[in-house]
């Protein structure tokens, strides 16, 4: 089945520097990469997604890339801000099964 | 956190209850989910139901159970079976998924403790 691995697991940054977290996967059958946000003791907000037949996209100040080649995307999250920081997962979906999570990165952004 | 209502949000048992976490949706989503969170991983999914009256086992489905008889209704129960239930449980839904991924949407979550 598949698999997800998610580096960096703690991420601190300054505010106004970018952020950037990557994720690989392992079955290249998976088409469907979102990103969720989570704010502590709250449930995870989808923030950004995309999907095999793109390399790439972009919403202000976030954006992902994915390279099915190598079978990773990445997070880039520009000019930081402390509302940023919060826990970051990735995770994979192939059809007929259900999303598979990374561990998930705790980005923390200082003023 | 949508129209995903998970209710309550902190929940206390003793150990050998069982429990039942609620789940309901007002976004006509066919697909619903069930998700455990531990400090430190992942979401692992328990449970997910495409359709009412059908669903599968995620990854760690031994010691819960489920049941889909209404499309805005996704219960799941933390049976006395489950050896280490004290976890944040998360439901989610989404308009289809098996064929074609589309995004989840997730409710706003339960703690539960077993002491």
């Known amino acids: 089945g598949e698999n997800v691995e998610q580096h960096p697991s703690t991420l601190s940054v300054q505010e106004g520097d970018s952020a950037v977290i990557k994720c690989t996967y392992s079955?290249?059958?998976?088409?469907?990469f979102p990103w969720y946000k989570q704010e502590l003791g709250k449930g995870p907000q989808l923030i950004i997604d995309?999907?095999?037949?793109?390399g790439e996209k972009k919403d202000q100040r976030i954006a992902v890339t994915l390279n099915k080649t190598a079978k990773h995307f990445s997070l880039h999250i520009t000019e930081t801000q402390p509302e940023d920081s919060a826990v970051y997962f990735c995770?994979?979906?192939?059809?007929?099964?259900?999303?598979?999570f990374g561990k998930g990165t705790t980005l923390s952004v200082s003023s | 956190d949508g129209g995903i209502t998970q209710s309550p949000k902190y929940l206390f048992r003793k150990e050998g209850q069982n429990v039942t976490l609620s789940c309901e949706q007002n976004?006509?989503?066919?697909?619903m989910y069930w998700y455990r969170q531990d400090p430190g991983q992942g979401l692992r999914l328990i449970y997910y139901?495409?359709?009412?009256?059908?669903?599968q086992k995620g990854d760690i489905a031994e010691g819960y159970s489920v049941s889909r008889e209404k499309k805005e209704s996704f219960p799941l129960t933390v049976t006395s079976a489950q050896k280490n239930p004290t976890a944040f449980y998360l439901c989610?839904?989404?308009?289809?998924?098996?064929?074609?991924?589309?995004?989840?949407?997730f409710g706003p979550g339960t703690r539960l403790t077993v002491t």
């Open positions: 995770a994979a979906h192939q059809a007929g099964t259900a999303l598979i």
């Open positions: 139901s495409q359709i009412v009256n059908d669903f």
């Open positions: 079955d290249s059958a998976s088409n469907y």
């Open positions: 995309i999907r095999s037949n793109v």
């Open positions: 976004l006509n989503h066919d697909a």
């Open positions: 989610a839904s989404s308009i289809g998924g098996r064929e074609i991924p589309y995004e989840q949407y």
